[in-house]
């Protein structure tokens, strides 16, 4: 899978970093970032509630 | 086996149960039952973008790429649930039609309530579905001056939206501090100096005695006995939960669906959402919990227990979560800050409106506001579902 942000609409909520923290990351520079965006199938259910629980839609997976 | 499954509410809630039923495997029927004629849409920009303009009501509707084609869904829109027979496990709706279930998802959230005795008029609205919004939004093109009762976030996300829109803003509130039972009083005398320096006109501790106009809004009338003249009123003190067609149902119901932690309102019967009340493990009481995150998380919950069954479900534990765009801030608010007994602000400050601010109730950290600091959020939400204790949670400031 291939994880894909849409940074035009992240909204800085921090959702995905609490669900997936090996995949996404708040910087120190305030800008969200994909720290893998190609994780391992182990990670998928964390991926996956990143994606559901995004306030703005901004994840999306790509098989 | 399970061969049939009724959510009724096509809201976030709901939706997000059918998509787990779905990546779960359940490929039984899946019925979603829905009295408003769209498809699930997202609320958080009703108040905001889509008041403002600068989103177009078709962008809130969720799966706009993916559509439904994948969640081979029984979509019912545009006819209301009006009761349901836990013995036969049917629901009946209000054009005559039934839906039969193997399990029952309840989701069919809140309204916003009305001032009580208040008469129907142009100019008089409230702010919760799609159509109230489009509404309000065709009301705001004409309008110059606006009343807005209730200075709730959804309130003070329409002052904001409608200060940007160049509109003169009253609002009305009955507390004496606008968001005092959520919030330390310090912050909410902050979020109410905001919007005074925004242009907003705040009329704190008084209460709206009657609309003034009569085919059409031309203001309200105080408890002080003073008026405040206004093209359009909106009316924002609070929702209630859309319960009563289960009133003859047997289940307990009480400012909301009652349930237990599985987010069973009775065998084989769950509930998600602004309509539910689910014991939650974090704080162990069982709140309704009017957050977008909530409704996602217990309609997902929802779902997995639904098809895990009694012996094999899961007990609800979650963090609430909340946030309010206004003007230029985002406000981002985790936990639970009612009988709080100490809040420090950790980072930041007031005079700058851009803070995080820590709360404690006994030796527990309990509550974080964080106004324009995403980043120190996502610390703090880890500490607070860890349950740590009020000196960890000021240690780590210290680490920051």
């Given at each position: 899978?291939?994880?894909?942000?849409?940074?035009?609409?992240?909204?800085?909520?921090?959702?995905?970093?609490?669900?997936?923290?090996?995949v996404f990351e708040i910087g120190d520079d305030g800008a969200l970032h994909v720290l893998n965006e190609t994780p391992e199938q182990g990670l998928r259910a964390s991926v996956d509630k990143a994606v559901r629980e995004c306030p703005t839609g901004a994840i999306s997976i790509e098989e | 086996m399970l061969r049939r499954i009724v959510i009724v509410g096509a809201s976030l809630a709901g939706l997000r149960a059918a998509e787990t039923l779905r990546a779960r495997g359940f490929d039984g029927e899946l019925t979603i039952i829905g009295d408003e004629p769209h498809r699930p849409y997202d609320r958080p920009p009703l108040s905001k973008q889509v008041l403002q303009g600068s989103l177009e009501p078709e962008q809130a509707f969720f799966r706009q790429k993916d559509g439904y084609d994948a969640l081979a869904l029984d979509m019912r829109l545009g006819v209301r649930a009006t009761s349901v027979d836990l013995r036969v496990k049917r629901v009946t709706l209000a054009?005559?039609?039934?839906?039969?279930?193997?399990?029952?998802?309840?989701?069919?959230?809140?309204?916003?309530?009305?001032?009580?005795?208040?008469?129907?008029?142009?100019?008089?609205?409230?702010?919760?579905?799609?159509?109230?919004?489009?509404?309000?939004?065709?009301?705001?093109?004409?309008?110059?001056?606006?009343?807005?009762?209730?200075?709730?976030?959804?309130?003070?996300?329409?002052?904001?939206?409608?200060?940007?829109?160049?509109?003169?803003?009253?609002?009305?509130?009955?507390?004496?501090?606008?968001?005092?039972?959520?919030?330390?009083?310090?912050?909410?005398?902050?979020?109410?100096?905001?919007?005074?320096?925004?242009?907003?006109?705040?009329?704190?501790?008084?209460?709206?005695?009657?609309?003034?106009?009569?085919?059409?809004?031309?203001?309200?009338?105080?408890?002080?006995?003073?008026?405040?003249?206004?093209?359009?009123?909106?009316?924002?003190?609070?929702?209630?939960?859309?319960?009563?067609?289960?009133?003859?149902?047997?289940?307990?119901?009480?400012?909301?669906?009652?349930?237990?932690?599985?987010?069973?309102?009775?065998?084989?019967?769950?509930?998600?959402?602004?309509?539910?009340?689910?014991?939650?493990?974090?704080?162990?009481?069982?709140?309704?919990?009017?957050?977008?995150?909530?409704?996602?998380?217990?309609?997902?919950?929802?779902?997995?227990?639904?098809?895990?069954?009694?012996?094999?479900?899961?007990?609800?534990?979650?963090?609430?979560?909340?946030?309010?765009?206004?003007?230029?801030?985002?406000?981002?608010?985790?936990?639970?800050?009612?009988?709080?007994?100490?809040?420090?602000?950790?980072?930041?400050?007031?005079?700058?409106?851009?803070?995080?601010?820590?709360?404690?109730?006994?030796?527990?950290?309990?509550?974080?506001?964080?106004?324009?600091?995403?980043?120190?959020?996502?610390?703090?939400?880890?500490?607070?579902?860890?349950?740590?204790?009020?000196?960890?949670?000021?240690?780590?400031?210290?680490?920051?």
């Amino acid at each position: 899978m291939k994880v894909v942000v849409d940074l035009n609409l992240c909204d800085l909520h921090g959702l995905c970093v609490e669900a997936a923290p090996e995949v996404f990351e708040i910087g120190d520079d305030g800008a969200l970032h994909v720290l893998n965006e190609t994780p391992e199938q182990g990670l998928r259910a964390s991926v996956d509630k990143a994606v559901r629980e995004c306030p703005t839609g901004a994840i999306s997976i790509e098989e | 086996m399970l061969r049939r499954i009724v959510i009724v509410g096509a809201s976030l809630a709901g939706l997000r149960a059918a998509e787990t039923l779905r990546a779960r495997g359940f490929d039984g029927e899946l019925t979603i039952i829905g009295d408003e004629p769209h498809r699930p849409y997202d609320r958080p920009p009703l108040s905001k973008q889509v008041l403002q303009g600068s989103l177009e009501p078709e962008q809130a509707f969720f799966r706009q790429k993916d559509g439904y084609d994948a969640l081979a869904l029984d979509m019912r829109l545009g006819v209301r649930a009006t009761s349901v027979d836990l013995r036969v496990k049917r629901v009946t709706l209000a054009d005559g039609t039934w839906a039969d279930y193997d399990r029952l998802i309840i989701a069919t959230g809140a309204r916003a309530r009305s001032i009580p005795g208040m008469t129907p008029r142009a100019g008089l609205l409230v702010l919760r579905g799609l159509d109230d919004a489009l509404a309000l939004r065709r009301e705001l093109m004409n309008a110059s001056h606006v009343a807005i009762v209730g200075a709730g976030f959804i309130g003070l996300e329409v002052a904001a939206s409608c200060r940007a829109r160049g509109l003169q803003v009253t609002v009305i509130e009955a507390l004496p501090v606008p968001l005092s039972p959520i919030l330390a009083p310090t912050l909410c005398e902050m979020v109410a100096a905001m919007h005074r320096d925004h242009g907003v006109e705040l009329r704190t501790g008084v209460t709206v005695s009657d609309v003034i106009g009569e085919a059409r809004v031309a203001g309200v009338a105080l408890s002080d006995g003073s008026r405040i003249g206004a093209d359009v009123v909106v009316v924002s003190i609070g929702v209630t939960p859309n319960t009563e067609w289960l009133d003859s149902s047997g289940l307990t119901l009480d400012n909301g669906v009652v349930c237990d932690g599985f987010g069973q309102a009775s065998p084989g019967v769950y509930a998600a959402g602004d309509v539910a009340r689910v014991v939650n493990r974090w704080h162990g009481d069982s709140p309704r919990i009017e957050h977008w995150t909530n409704a996602v998380e217990q309609g997902v919950h929802a779902a997995e227990n639904a098809l895990a069954g009694p012996g094999a479900s899961t007990s609800f534990s979650s963090v609430p979560y909340f946030w309010s765009d206004q003007y230029d801030r985002k406000i981002q608010f985790i936990g639970l800050a009612r009988r709080h007994d100490e809040m420090v602000i950790v980072d930041g400050s007031l005079a700058d409106r851009r803070l995080v601010a820590l709360f404690r109730r006994g030796d527990r950290v309990v509550a974080c506001l964080a106004v324009n600091q995403p980043r120190a959020l996502i610390r703090y939400r880890k500490l607070l579902a860890a349950g740590a204790s009020w000196e960890a949670a000021l240690s780590e400031t210290g680490a920051s």
